[in-house]
């Protein structure tokens, strides 16, 4: 079975008739739960559940420490590669975007490398644009190689992969795998692609789970906020990790909430998403799966980011570059979105001490 099937059992679901029922004792009935079902999940993400935030931070929180503790694991991302073939109307490594391409050298990435080993971080987050033949799975391969001397955790956020490339890239060191459907929707995710592998909707929809069969210690998805009305894919986000951590039991399933930034092209968002928004999304995926990890990216500004952490963020980027080479080389060349948040390491340490959570570098090693 593939998630898609439960996909189809809530394509033309009236969203918005069911919310028209929706009362303040629903929500009180739902808060009150220990375990919520979906339909209960769908009542924390509906305009009346929008009255009641302040009842859902204080469970959010209650569950994010019973089962997290007052910690915030920090990663950076390294982009290795930026040649793409997708036409992806959102994203700035679109082929039509016409910017000098790269990628990087062995010897530019033992540089990045040690860059960011010099501020303590231990778990790195790796990204190529889609381009098998420019960043193939041998040279995403070999950069892992090089990237284990100086991490412990190393998790990859590349074009999906078949089960047996999953695992080849495990066996060099890889634990984690992120990859975001983008939108549920699937009539707006054929819009929004214009051409290229990305386009095959149901290829990418099975990846995690692909990754979870191979065996990853982790796997992360999310929806690119924006695309679509929010609460829909909130909800199938939702449903997509739920879906995730019954069906692999051993696997540590991560949700993500990145909005639309802007980037290289003109396509805007046809749904924004509000901060308003954005924490009731995050306050009912943690009452629903309190046990998924949540990160929060540098997409949001630092004000949003430190705002958000009593509210169930458990996983938090610092000192981050989206552009190829970013954290050494002067002449970075395109980034693949705008940033709000530019703390360094430093920085972001210093903020959760004074906050009173404790920010871990290393949660894990290989055997």
Known sequence: MSF???YLEYKDFDLYGFFSSITDQDIHRVLSKEKLDERDFLTLLSPQAGKHLEAMAQRAHRLTVQHFGKVIFLYTPIYLGDY?????????FNVDNKFSRKKLSPEELEKEARAIAETELKHVLILTGESRHHTPVAYIRDCVRILKKHFSSISIEVYPLETEEYRELMEEGVDGLTIYQEVYNEEIYDEVHISGPKKNYQYRLDAPERGCEAGMRSVNIGALLGLDDWRREAFLTGIHGAYLQDKYLDVEVGLSLPRIRPHLGSYQPKSPVADRDLVQIMMALR?????AAIAISTREQSYLRDHLLPLGVTKMSAGVSTSVGGHTDDDKGSSQFDISDQRSVYEMKRMLKEKGYQ?????????
């Open 4 to 6: 898609y099937q439960r």
């Open 84 to 92: 793409c073939v997708n036409r992806c109307v959102y994203c700035s």
């Open 287 to 291: 009452l629903f799966l309190p046990r």
């Open 359 to 367: 920010p871990v570098f290393k949660d894990w090693d290989r055997i």
